[in-house]
């Protein structure tokens, strides 16, 4: 039940007074208000609104004075958050003052209410001026300034606030003194705002002194007194202004450590006010050390989404790299988009640090030493890549492992990979400083996984809310056949009868004790009934609307009120929805233009999601190429997309914005007529709380349909669990991953090569990993024996779930595996477990590399410049067959429709294939190419892209990784003068055919084509070949990418964050205080030195526009691409800049400094 | 009025609590939207009207009953009639606005 439907915090909040409804009645009359908003079906009550004024006058009568007890006046402020919420969505007609004056009203309430990210959300929807913000009537001047000041919008605020000082400056040159006038108010109201913002981004208790001061003369000025609205404003921010100062950065951080008070404040996105248990944990609630210790070693976060889990994880982070010298930080994220996306915005704020953030690429060995940035990110594939190439040289260089969506351990899949590196991680950090932070949304108060972090009695510093700023309603959607209004087809030559009866949708809000329900006006499907010889009317399958076609008309009408998340259970039918969806919407929604071209030149026109991203629909699984799944979730975030379907894999932890989420079926059959439960309750919390995302909405509605039975109660069960209900069960802990061991166990009473055979895909991994372990105690001269693998097996989590029966077992197969290590000669069990790879494969990848060597011989004869030409060498048609058929690889060819079994493969030649793929050629062309005998142009496409997604980017390049390192050790080892190129995994990885392609697509580039496309370019360039790629870049300007490379915006975003100059300091500099000069390439204008200047995005361009220095005289240059991003942040922060223009001995600058 | 009622007292008892150091007087202002709510004695509701002093005034009060839930003895009425209202609204306006010609007035 949504909090807002409380009847204890009701009645808590209300009480029982002649002149309001009672507290039952608020309720229904509540649920029933949320349900007729979602339906659009009416107008808000006006006992509802009247209750709310109540309210917020209990909520803000003055503490001292004792009138109302503190829990009863925070349930008011909550109460009349809610309900002025919803007259702020009703259809009623309210003029514009009415809206700010109910906006500013609920936000108070949300503030109060301890709901501090639904102020800034309700600002989105208030109606505020845009500049040049013609002068209006006093109060509406006032509720404009407070709106935005509570929604903490610093870029937003500044603008507005410095145009009405000047406005008021201009009528004082005209009146004389306006304290003396009925402006008093309405300029106590600016002048404070702007010292209360001034205090949250700059920490001076002077500016929050001044805006005491401002605050107080604006309610107190009897000249103004009739200005009631200024005076209201003016008494809620005096009112808050000791609440802010104690959630402001400059207050909750440790004083010692101003740099990351300053990240927070003027990072990016500007963090003004931390939310109440970002405020509890750091200030070490539970009698537990702050976090903020150093000596707090083992962290463990457990917070829904939407309760800011990711920014307290970056306070953690860059307090670290802030407050001490002795390492980095290495964090980890389940997928490359979260990477990515963690790192953008941690890159953000450690920009004002100045300092660099490093996103590691995919899981080959090429790299074996860690980065040695301050902080880099990766994935737990590569964490374990690391561990197991040099694990000496891992925990050298990271002092801290910030491991994000933990729950993950218990991942069929992959689990397995992230907790045996975990736990290593944590056996050989029991005796050091180095710190482990835990993350998850899903873990709860788990006693088990507390015990698998604790270091000896040493517990981990843990906290757990259950907090959330947006309210979630959870609803059930259901359909029901209206067979009152069923109309009869009449036989028609040898068709039958048939009867026709619409279905009409329902949504039912579960309210506590009972469920409000409203019903679609319209037919959400119909359901067609066929009459038999047998006078009987079974259900006609194929001309009733399916359960999917009766889900488009839910879905498009919630799109009407925001972003929509579909979770389906199957890939096909995530593509099938989204088409439906796609065909219900009868407009193109031109901003999700970047999507559709990108989708156009890297998946084909025929290609499915092509086709329906120009409606702003699209959908999201595993299976896309990662920079297509990556631009998808850009185009979400930037609002681009009405509508994503998706597979469960984009709930598990990217941080999208959706207003709506809806989960179909949760399940599907498999092949063999098993129900496989595609997602899980972990997943489905997830789900959960993408509904209503925090500083955006102050709602989320959480949908789950239930088309197939008719409503009961229990149908919401499934919505109610919270991460406390979830357990985390190891993988090794399924019955699957036991047996495996066990016929492990048996088989090597039998054999001897039981360790090189396969069993379950987690026994599999557990045996790979005693080798391991044996091998990482070996490289860190520590005594190897089975006592010593046991007792990092018993750091586990998989120990801590097991019986002790169980757990014998787990002993035994390792004590097995750990012989059969003793028995293999030393190089070669080196190179196995350090491979990353089952045994058995590892034994195969160690067969393919002896046969490459013969076929090399003692001379190379091929040109290693060559990419194409190497990989057509290396991966001859036996060695690709080998790798293809290796256990991990998922995808050996083909079919020739989405249908068919899986072994008909259709017959396609694979080294061609992939030959092609490497030289660059075009994905339309490949598609026509080599498939043609798959007829349908969509699912070619769509085959193609899935092959390439699971093939060529992730399975070759990680094999073939593995086998050039031991082949060049071995060419090294007996004095070739040649070694194969290391970058070769990387050229099949991107399909990229050159060095100069590898480099950009390592460097941020995400197009195939864009890569391809600059270092053709980049090749025949005349002037200044030798200079380095991406100073040839940098020195030109963002028209010439869009021409010579026909670049679209995406890749111009991609191009400048590549051509930026690494270790520029212009956000930390300016920030700092300093004055910082940026170079700018001149237009044709003259420059007067010393002029001051506005920099100005370039008009009618789309985004990233040029950046144009703008004097009095006209635009007298632009920024340069190298400086691009630095200085497009720094605008973006809303700080007040001063701009001068200058010039030096390199040509024309700017200067920019912060305004006094 | 009645619509609006709840939100003016509201707002006006959050300004009143901060301009007076009378404890008294300040809770007094504290407890105004709880003692409407309650139709406590001491609430009550009151109407100015100011016209023209030809103006035919005839009930104008007669109504105010019926839209609050009030004792009789809850409510209270000025009538002011002036002998020319118009220029008295006008010259008001004039001094509130007074020095404001460069902007559009409300």
Redesign the interface.
């Known amino acids: 039940m949504d909090r807002a439907l409380d009847p204890d915090l009701l009645h808590a909040a209300v009480g029982v007074h002649e002149q309001l409804p009672d507290p039952d009645t608020l309720r229904q009359l509540l649920a029933d208000t949320e349900v007729n908003l979602f339906l659009q079906q009416g107008d808000i009550d006006e006992a509802l609104l009247d209750t709310a004024w109540y309210l917020q006058a209990v909520a803000t009568a003055r503490p001292d004075l004792q009138i109302y007890d503190l829990p009863r006046q925070r349930h008011a402020h909550q109460v009349s958050g809610h309900i002025f919420d919803l007259a702020l969505q009703s259809t009623d007609d309210f003029s514009t003052t009415e809206r700010l004056r109910l906006t500013l009203a609920a936000q108070v309430g949300y503030l109060g209410g301890d709901l501090t990210p639904n102020a800034a959300a309700l600002a989105r929807r208030a109606p505020l001026p845009d500049p040049p913000f013609d002068w209006s009537e006093p109060g509406q001047m006032s509720l404009e300034a407070g709106v935005l000041v509570l929604a903490l919008d610093r870029a937003a605020t500044y603008p507005l606030l410095d145009a009405r000082r000047d406005q008021l400056a201009d009528l004082e040159s005209e009146i004389g003194d306006v304290t003396q006038t009925p402006y008093a108010a309405v300029d106590g109201v600016v002048r404070g705002a702007r010292e209360l913002i001034n205090y949250l981004t700059y920490g001076s208790r002077e500016a929050l002194q001044e805006a005491r001061q401002h605050l107080t003369r604006a309610v107190d000025t009897p000249t103004a007194a009739s200005d009631v609205d200024s005076r209201w404003v003016a008494a809620h921010l005096l009112r808050l202004s000791d609440e802010l100062q104690d959630t402001s950065a400059w207050s909750a951080l440790p004083p010692d450590l101003p740099n990351l008070s300053r990240a927070m404040t003027l990072g990016d996105p500007p963090v003004l006010s931390l939310w109440p248990p970002q405020l509890s944990f750091l200030a070490g609630a539970d009698g537990q050390p702050s976090p903020l210790d150093p000596r707090a070693r083992r962290l463990m976060l457990s917070f829904p989404t939407s309760a800011g889990k990711t920014l307290l994880a970056q306070i953690l982070i860059l307090a670290h790299v802030a407050s001490s010298d002795v390492g980095n930080v290495c964090v980890v994220a389940p997928t490359h988009s979260l990477c990515r996306e963690l790192a953008n915005s941690l890159n953000r704020r450690l920009r004002t640090l100045g300092r660099e953030l490093h996103i590691e690429g995919p899981v080959w060995f090429e790299q074996t030493k860690p980065p040695s940035d301050r902080v880099t990110v990766m994935t737990p594939e590569r964490l374990a890549g690391l561990l197991r190439s040099d694990p000496a040289a891992l925990l050298h260089e990271y002092s801290m492992f910030v491991i994000d969506e933990a729950h993950l351990v218990a991942a069929p899949a992959r689990g397995w990979r992230l907790e045996e590196t975990l736990s290593l991680i944590h056996h050989l950090t029991v005796d050091t400083d180095h710190r482990i932070l835990v993350l998850s949304a899903a873990l709860g108060n788990q006693s088990h996984v507390i015990q698998w972090m604790t270091v000896d009695d040493e517990k981990p510093v843990k906290h757990h809310t259950n907090w959330r700023g947006p309210r979630r309603l959870n609803a059930v959607y259901t359909d029901k056949a209206n067979f009152g209004e069923a109309t009869d087809e009449p036989p028609r030559g040898n068709r039958r009868a048939r009867r026709h009866v619409p279905m009409y949708g329902k949504i039912h809000l579960h309210t506590g004790d009972n469920t409000v329900a409203g019903e679609f006006i319209e037919p959400v499907g119909t359901l067609v009934l066929r009459h038999t010889k047998e006078d009987k009317w079974p259900r006609d399958k194929t001309e009733s609307s399916t359960e999917r076609e009766r889900l488009v008309p839910l879905i498009a009408h919630v799109a009407q009120f925001g972003a929509v998340l579909v979770v389906q259970p199957t890939r096909v039918e995530a593509q099938r929805l989204a088409q439906e969806v796609a065909d219900a919407f009868d407009d193109e929604d031109s901003v999700a233009r970047n999507l559709t071209d990108l989708a156009r030149s890297r998946l084909t026109e025929a290609h499915p999601l092509t086709q329906i991203a120009p409606k702003g629909v699209a959908f999201h699984h595993a299976a896309l190429p990662v920079d297509i799944q990556a631009e998808i979730e850009d185009a979400v975030r930037a609002g681009h997309i009405r509508v994503l379907v998706a597979t469960s894999t984009l709930i598990e932890g990217v941080n999208l914005p959706f207003k709506t989420v809806i989960v179909g079926r949760r399940g599907y059959t498999d092949s063999a007529g098993e129900q496989i439960e595609s997602i899980d309750p972990a997943g489905l919390l997830n789900a959960v709380g993408r509904a209503g995302r925090a500083g955006r909405e102050t709602e989320g509605w959480m949908i789950l349909a239930e088309q197939s039975a008719a409503y009961n109660d229990h149908m919401f069960d499934p919505l109610q669990r919270t991460g406390n209900d979830l357990e985390i069960r190891s993988t090794v802990t399924a019955e699957s991953a036991l047996a495996g061991l066990s016929e492990f166990e048996d088989l090597a009473r039998t054999t001897q090569d039981a360790i090189f055979r396969h069993y379950d895909a987690v026994a599999d991994g557990f045996l790979s990993f005693v080798w391991f372990i044996a091998q990482a105690l070996e490289d860190l001269e520590r005594a190897v024996s089975i006592d010593e693998i046991v007792a990092v097996i018993e750091r586990t989590l998989a120990w801590q779930q097991l019986d002790p029966h169980q757990r014998q077992g787990l002993v035994r197969a390792a004590a097995t595996a750990y012989e059969a290590f003793e028995a293999q000669p030393r190089d070669q069990r080196e190179r196995w477990s350090r491979s990353g790879a089952s045994l058995p494969t590892a034994r195969t990848l160690d067969t393919v590399a002896e046969q490459l060597l013969g076929r090399l011989g003692p001379d190379l004869t091929i040109d290693l410049e060559d990419l194409p030409a190497v990989v057509g060498f290396v991966l001859d048609d036996e060695t690709l067959t080998m790798l293809l058929e290796l256990e991990e690889n998922t995808r050996r060819g083909f079919k020739p429709y989405r249908s068919a079994p899986r072994d008909n493969l259709i017959d396609v030649d694979l080294r061609a294939l992939l030959l092609d793929w490497v030289a660059g050629v075009e994905i339309q062309e490949l598609a026509d190419q080599h498939l043609a005998a798959i007829p349908d142009d969509g699912y070619r496409s769509e085959a193609l892209a899935e092959f390439s997604a699971s093939v060529f980017e992730h399975h070759l390049p990680w094999t073939l990784g593995v086998v050039l390192q031991w082949v060049n050790t071995r060419l090294d080892a007996t004095g070739s003068a040649h070694l194969l190129p290391e970058h070769l995994p990387a050229a099949i990885h991107y399909g990229v055919s050159t060095k100069t392609a590898i480099d950009l697509m390592r460097g941020g580039i995400r197009s195939r084509r864009l890569a391809n496309a600059v270092a053709i370019h980049a090749a025949s360039r005349t002037s200044d070949p030798e200079s380095p790629l991406r100073d040839w870049l940098g020195s030109q300007t963002i028209t010439d990418w869009r021409e010579l490379f026909e670049a679209s915006p995406t890749e111009v975003a991609d191009l400048l964050s590549f051509a930026r100059t690494p270790g520029a300091q212009v956000v930390s500099s300016v920030l700092e205080g300093s004055d910082h000069e940026v170079p700018i390439d001149m237009s044709d204008h003259s420059i007067d030195t010393a002029e001051t200047a506005a920099l100005e995005p370039q008009p009618g361009v789309p985004d990233p526009a040029p950046i144009q220095v703008v004097t009095p005289a006209g635009v007298i240059g632009t920024i340069r691409p190298a400086d691009h991003d630095e200085v497009s942040q720094l605008l973006s922060i809303g700080v007040q800049l001063n701009i001068v223009v200058a010039t030096s001995t390199t040509g024309p600058t700017i200067t920019i400094s912060l305004a006094p | 009025m009645k ?1 609006r009622s ?10 009143a ?3 007076t150091d009378d ?1 008294a007087l ?2 007094f202002y ?5 003692r ?4 406590d004695p001491t609430a009550g509701v009151g109407v100015s009207v100011g016209t023209d002093s030809d103006a035919r005034i005839s009930g104008c009060f007669d109504r105010v009953t019926s839209y609050f ?1 009030f004792e009789l003895d809850q409510h209270q009425a000025q009538l002011h009639l002036m002998a020319d209202f118009s220029e008295l609204a006008d010259s008001a306006r004039d001094e ?1 606005w ?7 007035e ?1």
């Open positions: 619509s709840l939100s003016y007292l509201s707002r006006f008892s959050l300004i609590q901060q301009i404890e300040a809770r504290g407890e105004l939207a709880e409407w709510v309650d139709r839930e509130i007074k020095g404001c010609g460069s902007w559009t409300p």
